[in-house]
């Protein structure tokens, strides 16, 4: 069975395509820049990456390409084998705690959540819709990043705030790279055969998250309300005194766009480091000895650990602990870093386990008292399995 993963965003659209449930990828690729001058895609068969110019100025002109490729490169040679397509929704909010077959009244939900997730619920939307009116006899699925954090408590959940602001204006914590955090907690289960295993997850991408899992189920995480919050991040700031922001707004004549702005796009390791968001050219910074790079790592390295001694406590040990994503699963120094710090909980680094990138691996010595592993995550695989599950009843 054929089945497309798609990532909307507001400019672009990444796809995936799977044959059901062997999980083959047959083809991949992303469009950019739709609606800008200069839209282009590119796509990756069998390895080889193509890029191509392509007049896209919208989402349908996008669909549209890709059905044209899809054909052209012998994927597919009818619209209707492709079965089903799950689409990755940033914000579901406390509405869905699963991936859902889309209809109109999903769809209004999706939309409604805009005003918790303004740049991406409603690119979702525009992408649902345009695969509708493309592929209309494929099942839509949704697949949603917060609802793996449904499981968390009240007393984790909400903040400590007047709690009309929670039960008027839906203020509590959402959480993140839930497809994510639930992949690399499943595959734990399955290297430790351990059902219900207490995990701690490290999701270190550009965005950043931490999760504790007991038994399958997120306890806690360390994004909140919206993905600014916890980590030290590539250009978010994380975990703040948020007396902070009216104090800014007031000395520095800032509007709440500006703030917004600063927090998401100015701040983390780009603010820190005045060089780059990216954990690369940190690095570059520090064989340098740029003062400011050798801070923003050691600011880094501190966040991450202090949620993984706090998530230690919660959980009352941990069976592993796991880092995926671009700096979890490629930064070796960045592991170490981390893993040095843990001493105290009797983990051990091997250094020779730890000198790879991107593959799935144990980290740790055979002494350590806590395995740790790198598992490259697999969000679009997680998309399309959830996707053939719900088609397949
Ligand atoms: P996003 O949150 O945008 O999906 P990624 O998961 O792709 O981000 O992670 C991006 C981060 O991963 C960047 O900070 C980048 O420097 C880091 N990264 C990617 N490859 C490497 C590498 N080989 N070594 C160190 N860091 C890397």
Redesign the pocket.
């Known amino acids: 069975m054929k089945i497309l993963s798609v990532n909307a965003g507001s400019s672009s659209l990444k796809f995936q395509m799977y044959e059901m449930p062997e999980e083959k990828v047959l083809i991949s690729g992303v469009f950019e820049r739709i609606g800008i001058k200069g839209s282009c895609y590119t796509i990756k068969l069998n390895g080889e990456k193509t890029t191509k110019e392509a007049n896209l100025s919208d989402h349908k002109d996008a669909v549209k390409i890709l059905v044209d490729e899809l054909i052209a490169n012998k994927i597919i040679y009818d619209l209707n084998e492709i079965k089903g397509i799950g689409h990755r929704i940033v914000q579901g909010a406390d509405k869905f705690d699963r991936s859902v077959i889309i209809d109109d009244v999903v769809l209004k939900t999706i939309s409604d959540l805009s005003s918790l997730a303004p740049l991406h619920n409603p690119a979702a939307v525009i992408g649902i819709e345009a695969f509708k009116e493309m592929i209309p006899n494929a099942v839509a699925v949704a697949v949603f990043d917060t609802s793996f954090h449904q499981t968390m408590e009240e007393e984790t959940y909400l903040y400590a705030l007047p709690y009309e602001w929670y039960t008027d204006y839906q203020v509590r914590k959402y959480g993140a790279h839930g497809t994510s955090h639930k992949y690399v907690a499943n595959r734990l289960s399955e290297l430790l055969n351990k059902k219900d295993g207490k995990f701690i997850v490290c ?6 998250s931490i999760t504790a899992v007991k038994d399958g189920k997120c306890v806690d995480t360390s994004m909140g309300f919206t993905p600014n919050a916890g980590l030290v ?2 250009t978010r700031c994380g975990d703040i005194d948020a007396s902070i922001i009216p104090y800014m707004m007031e000395k520095a004549n800032m509007t709440p766009k500006d703030i917004d702005n600063a927090i998401n796009k100015q701040s983390g ?1 780009l603010g820190i480091s005045g060089v780059s ?7 570059e910074g520090i064989s340098e000895g740029n003062e400011r790079c050798i801070l923003a790592k050691k600011m880094f390295v501190r966040r991450v650990v202090d949620y993984i001694a706090k998530y230690y406590v919660l959980l009352n040990g941990a069976d592993a602990i796991a880092f ?11 592991r170490k870093q981390i893993i040095e710090k843990l001493a105290i909980l009797g983990v051990e680094l091997d250094e020779e386990r730890n000198n790879v ?2 593959k799935e691996q144990l980290i740790t010595s055979n002494n350590s008292k806590i395995p740790c592993y790198i598992i490259p ?1 697999d969000e679009e695989g997680m998309i399309a399995m959830d996707t053939y599950n719900l088609i397949e009843g």
């Open positions: 999701h270190l991408g550009n965005g950043g991040m590539g390791l968001s990216d954990s690369r050219d940190i690095d995926t994503a671009g700096i979890g699963e490629n930064s070796i120094t960045m990138r991107g995550t």
